[in-house]
């Protein structure tokens, strides 16, 4: 049988969706569940979103704010009290009615024990946080309030992807409580700022940040902004979001405060978050035929060790010497984190656990024999060049040299994926050009000029299954004329398709 | 009005359960909900659960665990699968039987969308992992397989007490498959022994480890191990359990693999965890009648620093001092982290402050005013050492000594812990004596000579209330007769009342 070509089949250009599924299996991030819509994220994957956490947490604890805990479950009367966030997630939640079981006749167990309210699933916490913040807060003096929490939430998609749509998703939940409206607008600012540095520098994936027009504001949200990423396929990934809430939680749900004038003002309040989603936009970023790609600022680890010792007379002394290189390595720091290196001695054949490793995105390969022992070097292969593109390395250099290595392939990949997205960015001026562009199967980036009717919106989704991804914060701000109603606009917004 | 002679009202002498709850509500470290029997973990409490995480989750992982994540949600089918596993869990569980809300004729939001299956929120993860283990092992080259889940966990217990017993609570729950016997069993043991380590040397929380008997056990489980602490009360608190599952639950689930001879066999599985009760247990086996104590290692902040401003000429002055100091502190590394500082400089008056501090449990308080500046000194108060007991320190020299005064804290914390246990154990050998202990208000450690019987365990829990602790691994281990029938008793045992 001859070799594939690629480790992924179908490959990007095949059949992109299957291609997304085979990575995931691949890499061994995460694989599907009995439980419907429910992902299990397994070691790979889920160390990805320990990094993701702890990179994050240090910006968030470094602007000021605490983590907490919160309860899982929402009672149903909470859920109501703002009216466009219940509406926003009542059709998708899972429901909590009972609190044990009984066997029936037939000794089937049953559901029994039934509650006097619904309790809810969280699908998010605005209201039992604000339902809190409301007894924390009595002064100006208990203002900026700024607390973060990590946590499990559920959302009962219908239509379910892993990383990028799950019944149930982790994620961080931000909720912030101010005493004026400019210092929450510069909160919620603030967050997507660190949302953009996070995603540009660490994930080594380019956004774009801007606010979201009305019809895909998050539900109660004054303003919704998000930062928008391309994946290869040239749709858009909305990767993180952060909302001005302005006053309609607090009003809703009483959380004022008595200002240094001794009068009663409501507080003005932000939310913001990120999830899991973001494994897969860094799936759909940065992963190639070959499977993962993980840029080395996020890699569970940053190397991996084969010793070769199927030609060796002294198997031992060949493991030694990679034990005492990990070691060597392993003091290195690397941004904040220790270099971490895995030795794979498994005893399965060699392209086999090539392959996995490729598979899995790990950024740097080490391979070491009997010659390259005796020669104090090391054999390399770099997981964002091709995988025939191994090079002998003087032992002593790789180790002084491994971190301009690993940030070089850092910038690369950020690089190349901010030269993938400039490449398949295009300002159009007309709606013909506009419905020829996206027609079929047209994906993209598209700047326009619009007018910010809501209808017209929605006729271009119903038509094109475009969206307006956001209203750029950073450039584009030249006036012009709708290319859809022809009426004034303020600026050239973006769109594309979406997941 | 005269000031209070303790902080905390009730004391313990006074009322010990109304002194608990008063202590997390003084330190700030969580409070109910208005979500029955759920809590809402607050930042200097979840800051306490954080560092318990970072320190358990390195010793997992240095013992070959990794971490991943499962489905929250469990299919009622699932959970049957082991009988006694539902049996254990059917009567205090959270069930979903519906996936959206729709209004009924009144507008009213109503339960819609009935699930086919109900799902039951994760008691605990035993079943649900059991699945995917089963689809991951296939042979003995996949053993063992050592995985760990942080999670949030829900059973709906009927009498709810903040930390100690809670509807949802945090933990982490390990699950691991093993191809022979005496490997699982090496690992259930080999975890309890990193709880006790734990316990000891970060919690600074003496504990007795040993095996529950049959009526204790986990659900499903061949053998439990626990480890008890002594409550300053006189009761046990079990702090963590590890469990040898044997081959039930491989059975019940089909976990199988082929070993090297090409024969199926069931794996030999373990599971192991701790939770937010730690939090509980510490704050009982070290809090006083002024609020919280903190052994350092687990400390949030080690340090305030309290610049003493109303009498000086230059207050900015002394608050440059104070944050020259915190960053000279800062870069100290402690058991693995940085020293962390806070300074308080909030506008209210000094009692206020200071006892705030000293209800936070906070190691050590420093005051700087013009005087300390002046002298390049500080004052400091230990939160181990009565609360008038201040002294002057000279700065550098307090720089230089912090480590060795936060480590004589914690081993005197510990030191202060064992003690009282000592002073509370008693051997005890006949049951008259037993009784006589035990009635009424009686408590503490008994250590007394038992046949095994299940039937007499029971009546001595229906008599006293005091339950079989644990069959202690060490010590304890000479033979006699049981006081209570008379048989012949392979080794005294752990009694106690407990929570």
């Given at each position: 049988m001859a070799a594939p070509k690629?480790?992924?089949?179908?490959?990007r250009n095949e059949d992109y969706p299957q291609w997304y599924q085979e990575v995931i299996k691949a890499a061994d991030l995460a694989e599907t569940s009995p439980v419907r819509g429910c992902m299990v994220i397994k070691p790979w994957g889920y160390a990805l979103w320990e990094n993701i956490q702890h990179n994050l947490d240090a910006r968030f604890k470094a602007t000021g704010h605490k983590n907490a805990y919160f309860p899982l479950f929402i009672p149903l009367s909470y859920l109501q009290r703002e009216a466009d966030h219940v509406e926003g997630f009542a059709k998708e939640c899972a429901v909590v009615t009972h609190h044990r079981l009984e066997p029936d006749a037939d000794g089937k167990l049953q559901p029994a024990g039934k509650l006097e309210e619904p309790l809810i699933v969280?699908?998010?916490s605005e209201t039992i946080i604000g339902e809190m913040f409301s007894r924390w807060i009595?002064?100006?003096?208990?203002?900026?309030l700024l607390i973060n929490q990590w946590a499990n939430v559920v959302r009962w998609e219908m239509r379910t992807r892993m990383?990028?749509?799950?019944?149930e998703f982790l994620w961080q939940e931000g909720h912030t409580a101010h005493a004026t409206e400019q210092e929450a607008v510069e909160e919620t600012l603030q967050m997507l700022d660190i949302y953009k540095d996070f995603a540009e520098n660490t994930m080594a994936m380019p956004v774009i940040t801007g606010a979201k027009s009305e019809g895909e504001?998050?539900?109660?949200?004054v303003d919704t902004y998000s930062i928008e990423a391309m994946m290869q396929d040239g749709k858009a990934l909305q990767s993180g979001t952060s909302h001005f809430l302005g006053q309609n939680f607090s009003k809703a749900q009483d959380i004022s405060f008595q200002n240094d004038k001794k009068e009663v003002e409501f507080a003005w309040t932000t939310s913001w978050g990120v999830s899991t989603r973001l494994i897969g936009s860094l799936i759909m970023t940065h992963a190639d035929d070959d499977g993962m790609v993980i840029p080395p600022r996020l890699a569970p680890s940053h190397i991996v060790i084969i010793p070769?010792?199927?030609?060796?007379?002294?198997?031992d002394a060949i493991l030694n010497y990679c034990h005492k290189l990990a070691a060597d390595l392993g003091v290195i720091n690397y941004h904040g984190r220790s270099i971490t290196v895995e030795i794979d001695n498994r005893d399965i054949r060699g392209g086999e656990k090539t392959w996995g490793w490729v598979k899995k995105g790990i950024p740097i390969r080490l391979e070491v024999g009997p010659r390259d022992m005796a020669s104090d070097s090391v054999f390399m292969a770099r997981?964002?060049?091709?995988?025939?593109e191994k090079q002998g390395v003087d032992r002593a250099e790789f180790i002084q040299s491994v971190t301009v290595i690993l940030d070089d392939m850092q910038q690369g990949l950020f690089d190349r994926a901010l030269a993938r997205r400039e490449e398949a960015t295009k300002t159009i001026d007309s709606k013909e050009d506009f419905y020829n562009h996206f027609e079929g199967e047209g994906t993209g980036f598209v700047y326009a000029h619009f007018c910010g009717d809501p209808a017209l919106e929605d006729e271009i989704k119903t038509d094109l299954?475009?969206?307006?991804?956001c209203i750029p914060l950073?450039?584009?701000?030249e006036e012009g004329t709708c290319i859809f109603s022809g009426k004034p606009s303020k600026q050239r917004v973006l769109w594309a398709k979406s997941y």
């Amino acid at each position: 049988m001859a070799a594939p070509k690629t480790a992924i089949q179908p490959t990007r250009n095949e059949d992109y969706p299957q291609w997304y599924q085979e990575v995931i299996k691949a890499a061994d991030l995460a694989e599907t569940s009995p439980v419907r819509g429910c992902m299990v994220i397994k070691p790979w994957g889920y160390a990805l979103w320990e990094n993701i956490q702890h990179n994050l947490d240090a910006r968030f604890k470094a602007t000021g704010h605490k983590n907490a805990y919160f309860p899982l479950f929402i009672p149903l009367s909470y859920l109501q009290r703002e009216a466009d966030h219940v509406e926003g997630f009542a059709k998708e939640c899972a429901v909590v009615t009972h609190h044990r079981l009984e066997p029936d006749a037939d000794g089937k167990l049953q559901p029994a024990g039934k509650l006097e309210e619904p309790l809810i699933v969280r699908p998010t916490s605005e209201t039992i946080i604000g339902e809190m913040f409301s007894r924390w807060i009595e002064s100006y003096r208990d203002l900026p309030l700024l607390i973060n929490q990590w946590a499990n939430v559920v959302r009962w998609e219908m239509r379910t992807r892993m990383f990028l749509r799950t019944a149930e998703f982790l994620w961080q939940e931000g909720h912030t409580a101010h005493a004026t409206e400019q210092e929450a607008v510069e909160e919620t600012l603030q967050m997507l700022d660190i949302y953009k540095d996070f995603a540009e520098n660490t994930m080594a994936m380019p956004v774009i940040t801007g606010a979201k027009s009305e019809g895909e504001r998050f539900p109660g949200a004054v303003d919704t902004y998000s930062i928008e990423a391309m994946m290869q396929d040239g749709k858009a990934l909305q990767s993180g979001t952060s909302h001005f809430l302005g006053q309609n939680f607090s009003k809703a749900q009483d959380i004022s405060f008595q200002n240094d004038k001794k009068e009663v003002e409501f507080a003005w309040t932000t939310s913001w978050g990120v999830s899991t989603r973001l494994i897969g936009s860094l799936i759909m970023t940065h992963a190639d035929d070959d499977g993962m790609v993980i840029p080395p600022r996020l890699a569970p680890s940053h190397i991996v060790i084969i010793p070769i010792t199927f030609k060796a007379d002294d198997p031992d002394a060949i493991l030694n010497y990679c034990h005492k290189l990990a070691a060597d390595l392993g003091v290195i720091n690397y941004h904040g984190r220790s270099i971490t290196v895995e030795i794979d001695n498994r005893d399965i054949r060699g392209g086999e656990k090539t392959w996995g490793w490729v598979k899995k995105g790990i950024p740097i390969r080490l391979e070491v024999g009997p010659r390259d022992m005796a020669s104090d070097s090391v054999f390399m292969a770099r997981r964002d060049k091709g995988h025939k593109e191994k090079q002998g390395v003087d032992r002593a250099e790789f180790i002084q040299s491994v971190t301009v290595i690993l940030d070089d392939m850092q910038q690369g990949l950020f690089d190349r994926a901010l030269a993938r997205r400039e490449e398949a960015t295009k300002t159009i001026d007309s709606k013909e050009d506009f419905y020829n562009h996206f027609e079929g199967e047209g994906t993209g980036f598209v700047y326009a000029h619009f007018c910010g009717d809501p209808a017209l919106e929605d006729e271009i989704k119903t038509d094109l299954k475009v969206t307006l991804r956001c209203i750029p914060l950073v450039g584009h701000d030249e006036e012009g004329t709708c290319i859809f109603s022809g009426k004034p606009s303020k600026q050239r917004v973006l769109w594309a398709k979406s997941y």
